[in-house]
């Protein structure tokens, strides 16, 4: 073919999408999820797209990157492995007490996760490393004996260990580790200094159980999938996809696994990241809804923002300290309770709420006919006429406008007012719930959302993003090409990176430089060798050097990125002035008066890109017939100009209201806005 | 314009409101100091309607603020009615009309509209000093526990009043950190007044009345439907604990549900007197954890404004503990403040049975390690706290390791550990100290500490519940009482108590009661079964 061919595979919950690049010729294909075996939907929607092209695997010579849910399905299944883990005498309850904190002071009946370890595959060990790092006790070689005897008689399969400091100083822990790796051989060890060497022994912990819990699954997949592309005759190997946004190669992800866990919409966080440069924006809000829930990220700079905390297996799905903690970078990402299957109701005050309880896809939304009955977004869209019910997912899913009008009318009546009424007020309150849900994300991260691009994909995003951006004060929506398959399309633009951390808490005039380049140092080697696993050339390796950072009596610290590597003669003052310029800009002041301490630092590595794909070119303009029918988002019985989101071409503008219609989703312009096509084949809306 | 008796325009508007407390409460959480603000969230944001009245409040903060600021906003706006000008922002800490001690500050700003004021904007912030001895039961009387600030004028037309500020920073170790905190509120207050004109622009209103005057109606309405599904009747609680020190004190609350008013009375007579120690709690604060123990039992779900609040009554005696009068000192009044709750959910328990939880420690145990360097440099640690268990539900156990109604969250102890030479030896549950019981009570904790060092420091540590346990419900057993020792003998030092160099700490913390008889359904079921409201 000539061009390098890529591809990209994202395995979501309900499908897996398929993403082949082959130059400019872009390729996407959606398959069902198969969840006893994720491989095998794998290879079908490689196969299909492949064959769509006419290549073969041979042909493959490009980057294949790989995000997945095999990790979160296994967490929230607790379906991994036999698992147990290590800490020093005295503290085998870490897991349990957790932080002691309720995250919910009004409901007494209260719950928390369960532990992925339980209190009866807790084991201590001898030993101490003080908060200097100075080791107390070394753990004895009887004590790691009977500790191993103890795992085997057990039928361990995976040991975590997380020492006190241990990320000060790993010597106890590597020697525990090293000792359990020569008695126990076929058993996975983690250690805390390695998954997340960062203070709070709580916090690494979590994650380090995490890491344990489901290396057992992930490392056996990886190699399932290497070895199955090798003998197919792929002629690159795989790269997989991590929650901040970088890929490494399959090695060092299977040691790491915790840090996979949201490397799907990471991807897709990716993809508006790209979207973002490619339009010449440096700030975007992308805005992905979907089913059952929407998701939204800031773009920062062209960047996805990164957080270095986050959480799995909530109790209350949407609910911020409900869940088990997990401190490895990760995309920052909110997750609202409301998408296409949220269920409208009327509350406790006779007045109409949507979400965050969803139909899901079974039943579903009434319109789906799987008897469903309550009215849900969906529902509404249909019988506002913002989505044909006969072109629904391209025409393969028809769905059932009068199930949907029963539905909206039945909760009219509990309501007292008109059904269409009713459906637009359930379009208004979900686009509300939305926007409030990205005010208080963007404020609680000193981020002004007033005015901030959008960019809009998942099925239901394009149908109420222009709404959306109206409560924002935003001006300009943008409509990605390949919105159903965006995620695995920016995970094709994605370089290799790999974001590492270490502990340093100290102040600002107590630092020692040297140490600290000795630190970074350390991370640029283990960078750059988990890099060159990921077929990066040396010299193509770059380094950006950051830190988490306080003022001393604060107890939550900024993420900064630093000019460059902290020296001798310049750190303090560096660090200084890169911290004090982001905490004027999250916060709009500073206190020139009080001191400054460093509690982690940090370093992305990263190679460098090939050229991202040009969208949308060549892609001549489709005439399409001018189809008009009645919507009732904005007033009654509107008549409304229907389109082909093709046959938008270059140089046009169409002044709302319109509707643009694609396979899987319709773009839904509202009175006042007016849309045209931008870079990248992009659908741009704008406020007149 | 907006119709305000339209089930669709109210619920957009009342959600923008909602939206524009909780917004404005997190930037003000981000940029705080203090860090019980920051860390616990222990503030309060609120908007007001033009006569004071609480309207939408943000869903952080703790049940002590954010139910002061609702009286602390009424006061304010009576105080200074026809006074007010386009700028001014107000300010106190006065514990009687605030929050009950001198480190918690309110801010509080009109909103104004075409010269007109339609509402008010304000919070309570937790502050990291405020002069005096800090938190602690020590003071003989309110004036030695710091700077009192009446209320006054802030700001006016824009203005800081460059007295006031002076005045604050000069009686205060922190004073960046104070003022800092200071306009993170003020600021926050601004934003907030901007956010509600917006709204009004929005949707064509002139003011708030119409709107607010609804959500508080519509409250009230559900408050008192939930208090009428409860059966008649007056039920009476008790709860007795001992204090740091050894000091005994008796909360007795009896609780009324009156059906045909469609109210909850809760009367404190027979509580202790006020006492000569920094743990007296004014009737604001004990307002404020009243209402929160019937509300989350009750009504959970029902935001908290004006309307949700009217219906339930809190009376106590003056002078006694839970109603203290000038000067009794109160810097600690959360030590007292949060067993209130605990006598209300017994008398509940005969009306609501399936929603209340039994008996457990109200307070955290905290301590504070305090000595030199090698070097000579002084250090002192955090105050750092551990919890005991929470009650047992009847039909879930009580969370170990947890507190109610407080939940604050504990420093880690590798943080307490690089700060200051301390080392703990042991934190663990303390397996079986939580109440047997149908519903057995969580876990307190085994904590023991030393210091790494040759040279004598102190401890400054606050036990509670050493000789009381806390009580099951419905048959449910005991909690285990706490213990608290030094190289293995009980302690029964108060505050800052001198230290050899290789002493060792040791704490158990208290257990929750247990639920229902061991093996059985609950021996005692009183009441109906009021079903949960609607979502």
């Known amino acids: 073919m000539g061009q390098h061919v890529s591809l990209a595979v994202d395995i979501g919950g309900t499908f897996t999408d398929v993403v082949l690049r082959s130059g400019d010729l872009i390729v996407a294909e959606k398959t069902p999820t198969t969840p006893d075996d994720l491989l095998a939907g794998f290879f079908t929607g490689v196969g299909a797209a492949l064959a769509r092209v006419g290549a073969r695997p041979e042909e493959v010579d490009g980057p294949i990157v790989h995000a997945t849910t095999v990790v979160t399905n296994a967490l929230i299944e607790r379906k991994g492995a036999r698992a147990a883990m290590v800490f020093t005498q005295g503290f085998p309850d870490i897991l349990e007490i957790r932080d002691e904190r309720r995250y919910d002071m009004y409901d007494p009946q209260i719950e928390f996760p369960r532990p992925l370890v339980g209190r009866d595959s807790v084991l201590t060990v001898d030993e101490r490393t003080y908060a200097d790092g100075t080791v107390g006790r070394e753990p004895s070689a009887a004590d790691i004996d009977a500790l191993c005897a103890e795992f085997a008689a057990r039928g361990i399969e995976s040991v975590g260990i997380c020492l006190m400091h241990s990320y000060v100083n790993p010597h106890n822990e590597q020697l525990l580790a090293a000792g359990l790796r020569d008695r126990l051989p076929g058993v996975f060890v983690s250690t805390s200094s390695e998954i997340a060497p960062q203070i709070r022994e709580y916090l690494r912990a979590s994650t380090t159980a995490v890491n344990t819990y489901s290396v057992p699954i992930t490392q056996p997949y990886l190699d399932r999938l290497e070895t199955r592309l090798a003998d197919e005759g792929f002629a690159s190997s795989p790269l997989i996809m991590l929650s901040s946004g970088g890929v490494v190669g399959p090695a060092t992800a299977g040691r790491l696994p915790v840090r996979m866990i949201e490397s799907g919409p990471a991807a897709g966080a990716l993809g508006a990241a790209h979207a973002a440069t490619a339009m010449g924006l440096d700030t975007l809000l992308a805005f992905d809804m979907g089913g059952t829930t929407a998701k939204v990220c800031l773009i920062q700079d062209a960047r996805p923002r990164v957080t270095g905390l986050f959480e799995i297996d909530r109790m209350y799905r949407f609910r911020e300290g409900s869940g088990l903690p997990v401190t490895v970078p990760s995309v920052d990402l909110i997750e609202i309770g409301a998408g296409g299957g949220s269920i409208a109701h009327v509350n406790e005050f006779g007045l109409l709420n949507v979400g965050p309880r969803s139909a899901g896809s079974r039943p579903g939304p009434a319109c789906y006919g799987h008897g469903g009955t309550d009215a849900t977004v969906t529902d509404a869209d249909v019988v506002l006429g913002a989505i044909d019910a006969a072109k629904f997912l391209g025409g393969a899913m028809p769905l059932d406008v009068e199930a949907a009008q029963r539905a909206v009318r039945r909760l009219a009546e509990r309501l007292g007012t008109e059904p269409m009424a009713t459906a637009r007020g359930i379009y208004r309150i979900v686009c509300e719930a939305m926007a409030s849900a990205v005010k208080t994300h963007a404020s609680d991260r000193g981020v002004d959302y007033r005015g901030i691009p959008m960019l809009a994909f998942g099925g239901a995003g394009p149908v109420h993003a222009c709404e959306v951006a109206e409560l924002l004060n935003s001006e300009l929506v943008i409509f990605p090409p390949l919105a159903s398959v965006y995620s695995a399309f920016g995970s094709l633009v994605t370089p290799a990176r790999l974001d590492l951390v270490r502990s340093g808490l100290r102040r600002l005039d107590d630092i020692d430089w040297r140490q600290v380049a000795e630190v970074f140092e350390d991370m640029e080697d283990e960078g750059r060798q988990a890099l060159r696993e990921a077929g990066c050339a040396g010299g193509e390796i770059e380094f950006r050097y950051g830190a988490d950072v306080r003022y001393v009596g604060q107890h939550y610290d900024l993420m900064i990125e630093l000019d460059g590597r902290p020296t001798v003669a310049d750190g303090a003052a560096m660090l200084r002035r890169c911290f004090e310029a982001e905490y004027v800009r999250r916060y709009t002041i500073c206190q020139d008066e009080v001191g400054v301490e460093v509690v982690n630092w940090r370093l992305v590595a990263s190679g460098v890109l090939s050229t991202p794909p040009e969208l949308g070119r060549g892609t001549g303009r489709q005439d399409g017939a001018a189809e008009t029918r009645r919507v009732h988002i904005w007033q009654d019985d509107q008549e409304v100009r229907v389109l082909p989101r093709a046959a938008l071409g270059a140089g046009d503008t169409l002044e709302g209201p319109v509707i643009l219609e694609e396979a899987e989703t319709t773009l839904v312009i509202p009175p006042g806005w007016s849309a045209s096509l931008g870079a990248m084949g992009c659908v741009i809306a704008t406020r007149t | ?535």
Not at chain 2, 3 to 30: F, G, H, Y
Not at chain 2, 401 to 411: H, L, M, S
Not at chain 2, 494 to 502: C, L, V
């Open chain 2, 1 to 535: 314009m907006a119709r305000i008796d339209d089930p669709i325009e109210l619920e957009l508007m009342w959600a923008t409101l909602r939206s524009v407390v909780t917004e404005q409460a997190k930037a003000m959480q981000r940029t705080a100091f203090s860090p019980v603000v920051r860390e616990a969230g222990d503030l309060a944001y609120a908007l007001f309607d033009a006569r004071g009245r609480i309207v939408a409040q943000a869903d952080t903060g703790t049940p002590g603020h954010i139910n002061c600021l609702a009286f602390t906003g009424q006061y304010l706006a009576a105080k200074f009615a026809g006074q007010l000008e386009e700028g001014d922002v107000l300010v106190t800490n006065d514990p009687w009309e605030g929050a009950g001690h001198f480190f918690d500050i309110t801010v509080l700003a009109p909103i104004f509209r075409d010269g007109r004021i339609i509402g008010f904007v304000g919070s309570t912030n937790h502050h990291t000093d405020i002069g005096g001895p800090g938190v602690g039961v020590g003071a003989n009387d309110v004036h030695e526990e710091g700077l009192w600030i009446p209320p006054v004028k802030l700001f006016e037309r824009g203005k800081p009043s460059k007295l006031l500020f002076d005045i604050i920073r000069r009686n205060v170790r922190t004073p960046d950190l104070i003022t800092g905190d200071l306009m993170a509120q003020v600021a926050s207050a601004r934003g907030g007044g901007d956010a509600v004109n917006e709204l009004c622009d929005r949707y064509g209103l002139d003011d708030i009345e119409g709107l607010t005057d609804r959500i508080v109606d519509l409250s009230e309405q559900a408050m008192r439907k939930a208090i009428r599904a409860c059966p008649e009747g007056t039920w009476t609680g008790e709860t007795r604990f001992d204090i740091t020190g050894g000091t005994v004190i008796s909360l007795k609350a009896s609780v009324t549900i009156d059906r045909v008013a469609g109210e909850v009375l809760i009367d404190f007579a027979g509580s202790s007197p006020q006492i000569n120690k920094g743990v007296n709690v004014v009737l604001n604060y004990t307002h404020a954890y009243s209402t929160f123990a019937v509300r989350s039992c009750l009504t959970p779900r029902l935001p908290n404004n004006a309307g949700s609040l009217a219906p339930i009554k809190v009376t106590a005696p003056q002078g006694s503990i839970v109603n203290c009068t000038y000067p009794a000192p109160v810097a600690a009044r959360h030590v007292v403040g949060m067993y209130v709750p605990m006598p209300i959910l017994k008398a509940l328990y005969h009306v609501v049975p399936d929603r209340v939880l039994a008996e457990g420690p109200g307070a955290v145990w905290s301590a504070q390690v305090i000595g030199t360097h090698p070097n000579g440099a002084p250090y002192t640690s955090s105050q750092f706290s551990f919890s005991g268990g929470m009650g047992a539900r009847a039909r879930k156990p009580g969370p170990s390791a947890t507190c109610y109604p407080t939940g604050i969250g504990a420093t880690p102890l590798e943080v307490l550990e690089t700060e200051t030479p301390i080392v703990f030896r042991r934190r663990e549950l303390r397996r079986g100290s939580g109440g047997r019981g149908r519903s057995p009570g969580g876990d307190g904790q085994i904590v023991e500490f030393g210091v790494r060092t040759e040279r004598p420091w102190t401890l400054n540590a606050a036990p509670t519940g050493r000789r009381f346990c806390a009580e099951g419900l419905a048959g449910g057993e005991d909690g285990a009482p706490g213990r608290f020792c030094v190289n293995g003998v009980e302690w029964h030092g108060e505050g800052k108590t001198p230290m050899k160099p290789d002493d060792i700490v040791y704490m158990e913390t208290p257990g929750g009661g247990g639920f229902g008889a061991p093996d059985g359904e609950a021996t005692e079921r009183a009441g109906a079964e009021v079903p949960e409201p609607a979502e």
